[in-house]
C-alpha cells in the first residue's frame, strides 16, 4: 500500500506553505497511507471527531474552540482525541494552545504550525497526496507526447521503438520517458505518465548509444508527466501477414491497466512504412473518434447506401 512518512511532507511542502515543526518530533517517521475505505482526497481535512482524518488541520474556529476547553478545564485532549493521528497542523498563523503542543509531544503526534489559510492549506496537501499515494505500475515501452495526447509505444525488443520515438521527437513531438515508463492512477479513469528520475531525458537508440532529448533538440522535446490515452502496439509483419488484415475492421480495442481502460491500437512493421506517420495518424482518428467522428464506420455506411441506392434503381428498371 502506498504511503509517505510526515518528514518527506514536510521537507516536501515545508517552503510554499511556509510551515515550521513545533512538537512530536519522533512522529516524524509516521506514515500516511490509503484506507481501503477512504479516497486519497478525504485524509485531510478541519479536526473533526467523527470522521477522523490522518492529518488533522485546525483553523480559527478550532483552535477557538479548544482554547474554550482549557480555560473550562471540562476535560483533556487524551479523552478527546481517542483516535489515531499522523500528523496535526495548526494554519492561519495561530497561537498554538499548550494543551495541544503538550498532548503532541507526549503522544509522539507531529504537530506544524502554518502562516497559510486553512483551505488553502488543505487543497495543497490534497493534490500533494494524491500524486504521492497514486497507485502505481510500470510497463516497458516508449512514453511520448503526441499532439497533445499520450502515447506509449509498445512491443517486443528490437522493433525500432525508439528510433521511431527519435523521429517523432524530430517532427515536433515531446519524449516523457523511454524504456520503463511509471503509470500512476490519480483518479478513478486517469493514468498518468512519468520518468523514473534516473532515466530522465535520455533516450537508448542502437548504434548512438544513449541520448540527451532535452539537449538535442531543447526544452519543448521534453515533457514531465503526461495522461496517458492511447496504447499502440508495434507488432511484426511480413506479407502474408498484410493481407490477411481486415482492412475494414471497426472494433476498437482497449488495454485495462490499473482497471483503466486504455485505447489500443496495432500498428504492423513492414518493410517500406513510415511508422511516424502512421502513429500521427492514429493519434488524429484517436481524436477525431473521440469527436464523435468514424472513418470507417463512414466508409462502410457511404458503401451500404450506394449499394441500396443500385439496388432500388435496378428495380424501378425492371
Known amino acids: 500500500m502506498p504511503s509517505v512518512s510526515v518528514r518527506r511532507l514536510y521537507q516536501d511542502n515545508q517552503q510554499k506553505l511556509q510551515m515550521a515543526w513545533v512538537a512530536g518530533n519522533s512522529g516524524s517517521d509516521n506514515r500516511i497511507s490509503v484506507a481501503a475505505d477512504r479516497p486519497v482526497l478525504a485524509l485531510v481535512g478541519h479536526l473533526n471527531f467523527i470522521h477522523h482524518n490522518q492529518v488533522q488541520v485546525l483553523g480559527v474556529a478550532e483552535v477557538a474552540y479548544l482554547n474554550k476547553l482549557e480555560q473550562s478545564a471540562q476535560t483533556g485532549l487524551d479523552g478527546l482525541f481517542d483516535f489515531e493521528m499522523a500528523l496535526v497542523i495548526v494554519a492561519n498563523d495561530l497561537p498554538v494552545p499548550a494543551s495541544l503542543r503538550d498532548y503532541c509531544h507526549t503522544r509522539n503526534v507531529p504537530l506544524l504550525t502554518s502562516k497559510l489559510e486553512s483551505p488553502y492549506l488543505m487543497d495543497v496537501l490534497r493534490i500533494y497526496l494524491q500524486k504521492m499515494l497514486a497507485v502505481s505500475t510500470v510497463k516497458h515501452g516508449v512514453f511520448l507526447d503526441v499532439f497533445e495526447v499520450g502515447v506509449l509505444l ?29 503509470l500512476h492512477r490519480t483518479a478513478p479513469e486517469v493514468l498518468e505518465g512519468r520518468c523514473p528520475p534516473m532515466l530522465r531525458d535520455f533516450l537508448e537508440v542502437r548504434g548512438l548509444g544513449v541520448l540527451n532529448v532535452r539537449h538535442i533538440f531543447g526544452e519543448t522535446s521534453i515533457r514531465p508527466k503526461k495522461q496517458l490515452k492511447l496504447i499502440i502496439n508495434l507488432i511484426p509483419a511480413d506479407d502474408e501477414y498484410m493481407k490477411q488484415l481486415d482492412r475494414l475492421s471497426i472494433r476498437s480495442e482497449t488495454e485495462s491497466i490499473l482497471n483503466v481502460a486504455i ?33 470507417t464506420r463512414e466508409f462502410l455506411e457511404r458503401h451500404q447506401a450506394m449499394m441500396k441506392d443500385d439496388s432500388e434503381h435496378e428495380d424501378s428498371l425492371d
Open 263 to 295: 485505447r489500443s491500437v496495432t500498428l504492423p512493421v513492414a518493410a517500406g512504412r513510415n511508422l511516424a506517420v502512421l502513429v500521427e495518424a492514429a493519434v488524429r482518428n484517436y481524436i477525431l473518434q473521440l469527436r464523435g467522428k468514424d472513418s
Open 154 to 182: 509498445t512491443g517486443s525488443s528490437g522493433l525500432g521503438k525508439s528510433e521511431l520515438a527519435l523521429e517523432l521527437i524530430s517532427r515536433g513531438h515531446s519524449l516523457v520517458a523511454d524504456d520503463a515508463v511509471e
